[in-house]
């Protein structure tokens, strides 16, 4: 295009702008070619003419607050601060990650690149770690006494058996008991624990420990209430396995020497196994029965048998002692559990209930007057057809031995029942005579016998009684027993063979399967 269409062109714009409706507007600028508009002189002009200008400030920069970023080594600290901190926030994401829920955290705190002193710009909000380098609530260490055992001179003078010096240490020296031990925190205060007070606590927390850990042992290792051994579990697995028994259904009663569990019953070859069983296991830990031994080791069936036991093969011979116990008692035709099966120390008998519930022990039923009388009349049979023709003394017969059931008294709990011939097996029929007859006695059994008369009735001894004299008639029973037991070491020890002599199932009571 020629300078002449550039100008028409330009006079064309400037006719168009002045009828602009908007009104008028100012005088347009002057027309120039385009030769003018590439000339360099019109350029430097342009250029002067923007120097004369204020120059604006850029809104995101500060030329005053912001760093100079002129300086390489400057630019460079920059880059690494902001890649430290990018470090510190991937730490904090894994820290979290990796703690979760647990109250017991690991820190990351000594991997940072970037600490509270140094990061000025971090709010606290951004910051959710601690740094414990200055945590309040860190004990101080008390200053240590030097080599020669003594600071300071004169009436000044400080040595290591300072009452105040020897208390702030002992107080520091709590941090370092076990974690279970709470000592608390002591913030602000001056605590001073003499030597005597921090003694005692340290060999308290000795002693915790060693109780802690050996009742972790004996958990591991005994049968507790309502609850059993690693060994005595896989045992009751097994019988469930092997088809003795379908399942073990729950707890049903506790007490001194055993736990009793409810199970319903299989198949077994020898004999058959009745619908509804009760497992008896023994408990392996003596705390609740100490005198266990008493019963058992003056027992001329199994005196020769428990001089080499260990202590959890003493409770394999408790509970074979029942079994053979509970055979005499059957044979007899005593209403009593029918053995099933004996498993080391766990004994397998037939349930004495219904739908799952046992029968009520004589305590807990509510009997009339004529139930009572009878009741007591079938105590009375029962004891001297276990005197008599079992050759057996109860030693713990009471209203929590006996139960209810279908209208007669049935008797459970024989492994502490020794033969009469034990040395204080009279002794053990005395106290049985009380418990029976003191409990008649408070039902209001007007034919209740006093306790020595239900003695001879259940001896037919006839020790003369006096009026009331307990010490006269205990003597009459401690010589008669002293008399029995010469008698039998002049005759010779009475052993028991492990045979089926007594009707039981059986028996193997030295394997280990």
């Known amino acids: 295009m020629d300078q002449s269409g550039v100008a028409a062109q330009t006079q064309k714009v400037s006719r168009h702008v002045a009828q602009s409706p908007w009104g008028s507007v100012g005088p347009a600028a002057p027309a120039c070619s385009l030769t003018e508009v590439m000339s360099e002189q019109l350029a430097r002009q342009l250029d002067e003419e923007d120097q004369g200008f204020p120059a604006l400030p850029h809104p995101a920069a500060d030329p005053e607050e912001g760093p100079d970023t002129d300086s390489d080594l400057m630019l460079a600290q920059m880059l690494q601060m902001q890649f430290d901190r990018e470090f510190d926030d991937q730490l904090r994401r894994e820290e979290r990650k990796l703690n979760g829920d647990s109250k017991v955290s690991i820190s990351f705190e000594n991997y940072r690149k970037v600490h509270p002193y140094e990061d000025s710009d971090s709010s606290e909000d951004e910051v959710d770690w601690q740094d414990t380098r200055h945590d309040p609530y860190r004990a101080v260490k008390p200053q240590a006494a030097p080599r020669r055992g003594f600071s300071g001179k004169g009436k000044n003078i400080t040595t290591k058996h300072d009452e105040d010096a020897c208390g702030r240490k002992n107080t520091a020296r709590m941090d ?120 058992i080791k003056d027992d001329y069936r199994f005196k020769e048998r428990f001089s080499k036991l260990n202590p959890r093969k003493v409770i394999r011979l408790w509970a074979e002692k029942e079994m053979h116990n509970l055979a005499r008692m059957k044979k007899a035709g005593i209403p009593c559990p029918d053995v099933v099966l004996l498993k080391k120390h766990i004994l397998v008998m037939s349930f004495i209930g219904k739908e799952h519930v046992p029968a009520p022990k004589l305590k807990d039923v509510a009997l009339g007057a004529e139930e009572a009388a009878e009741a007591y009349r079938q105590v009375l049979q029962l004891m001297q057809l276990l005197y008599q023709d079992c050759n057996l003394v109860h030693a713990d017969l009471s209203e929590y031995n006996m139960l209810w059931y279908q209208g007669k008294v049935w008797l459970i709990d024989v492994s502490q029942s020794v033969e009469p011939t034990h040395p204080h097996g009279l002794e053990f029929l005395f106290r049985d005579c009380r418990n029976v007859a003191t409990f008649f006695q408070k039902r209001g059994v007007s034919e209740a016998l006093s306790v020595y008369d239900l003695f001879n009735a259940v001896t037919g001894l006839n020790i003369p009684v006096s009026a009331d004299d307990d010490a006269r008639f205990l003597a009459e029973i401690v010589a008669m027993e002293k008399r029995n037991e010469d008698h039998v070491q002049k005759r010779g020890k009475k052993t028991f063979p492990v045979t089926l002599e007594d009707g039981g199932p059986p028996l193997d009571p030295d394997s280990d399967d």
């Open 176 to 295: 370092n008991f076990a974690p279970e031990v709470h000592v608390g925190d002591g913030l602000g205060m001056d605590l001073k624990l003499s030597n005597q007070v921090f003694n005692s606590l340290k060999q308290h927390c000795y002693s915790e420990q060693r109780r802690s850990a050996r009742l972790h042992e004996k958990k591991e290792h005994s049968t507790a209430e309502q609850a059993v051994d690693p060994r005595t579990r896989l045992l009751m697995y097994k019988m469930v396995n092997s088809g003795v028994l379908e399942n073990i259904n729950g707890c049903i009663s506790t007490g001194k020497e055993s736990v009793v569990f409810h199970a319903d019953g299989g198949s077994l070859e020898e004999q058959p196994v009745p619908e509804k069983v009760v497992l008896k296991v023994f408990k392996t830990t003596l705390n609740e029965f100490k005198n266990r031994d008493r019963y």
